[in-house]
């Protein structure tokens, strides 16, 4: 049976693993064997989710997602790319955390996701279950899926963490990004930006009303919605908290339940 208890999900945001301005896309390896040996220091399951980083966001821009005008049929030529360029990243991860004995298995949403309208209408977690009670730990990624809509629209890493924290009541939900966590404003704007360790139902509205959509090449909404998204989350039980990834040492320290800079959730 598995200990839902000791579940764990971490996101690792696409900027971090994938070289973004590279094409054709390029994972950061020196960056993921790194993260594998922070990930390690947890004992129990574990679901990784990938950003789409290079891998997903420049086909998907190239073929028109994020843009409400793109005509179907442009959309659906993307499909191919996107999910062939997701698969490589995929795999990489995957045979990345098991040279560093994280028995893994990388599970392709595009298989068995249904989306309608840009939202998830079908998402079967069996398989899901099912590899981590096989104690491997999951990979899954933001990929492109079916939508019985739009044709296909894109899934993205932060939606899967959301839907899979709720449907299998996850207690631990660490959302690496490239920066320290959530800023009071954009800090392309402001450079000198504070950083925000707690968000509440005191200061929710205003940190989301002073975060800007992300300026890179990201078809899924940037960080407002990606946050909008997490505070889902925060006001069932799980932990959440968003943290900077290429800064080493700090996912280790959110696995071992020690203070580290980042900015929590709590509603
Ligand atoms: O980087 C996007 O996932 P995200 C996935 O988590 C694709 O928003 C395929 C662009």
């Keep these: 049976m598995l200990h839902l208890k000791f579940l764990t999900l971490v996101k690792l945001g696409g900027s971090v693993i994938t070289q973004k301005k590279l094409s054709p896309p390029t994972v950061n390896k020196m960056a993921l064997n790194r993260i594998a040996k922070e990930l390690r220091i947890h004992k129990g399951p574990l679901i990784v989710v990938l950003g789409g980083g290079a891998h997903g966001h420049q086909a998907a821009h190239a073929y028109g997602f994020g843009d409400a005008s793109t005509p179907l049929e442009k959309l659906l030529a993307g499909i191919p790319s996107i999910r062939h360029n997701m698969t490589l990243l995929s795999l990489e991860v995957e045979q990345i955390l098991n040279a560093n004995g994280i028995p893994s298995v990388a599970?392709?949403?595009?298989?068995?996701?249904?989306?309608?309208?840009?939202?998830i209408s079908n998402f079967p977690t069996d398989i899901i279950k099912g590899v981590l009670e096989a104690h491997c730990a999951v990979i899954i990624h933001g990929d492109v899926c079916l939508d019985d809509v739009q044709g296909a629209s894109i899934l993205s890493g932060d939606t899967i963490s959301v839907y899979l924290a709720k449907a299998l009541d996850i207690q631990r939900v660490f959302v690496g990004t490239d920066v320290d966590g959530i800023l009071e404003?954009?800090?392309?704007?402001?450079?000198?930006?504070?950083?925000?360790?707690?968000?509440?139902?005191?200061?929710?509205?205003?940190?989301?009303?002073?975060?800007?959509?992300?300026?890179?090449?990201?078809v899924t909404g940037g960080m407002a919605l990606k946050t909008q998204e997490l505070l889902e989350l925060a006001n069932q039980t799980a932990q959440v908290a968003i943290f900077n990834l290429t800064v080493s040492g700090r996912?280790?320290?959110?696995?071992?339940?020690?203070?580290?800079?980042?900015t929590r959730m709590k509603l």
């Design 251 to 262: 996912l280790a320290a959110l696995l071992e339940g020690k203070s580290t800079t980042c």
């Design 185 to 218: 404003e954009d800090p392309r704007i402001n450079p000198n930006a504070a950083l925000v360790s707690v968000i509440d139902s005191s200061n929710k509205d205003s940190i989301l009303a002073g975060i800007g959509a992300s300026s890179a090449t990201d």
């Design 107 to 119: 599970i392709p949403p595009f298989a068995s996701v249904r989306m309608h309208d840009g939202a």
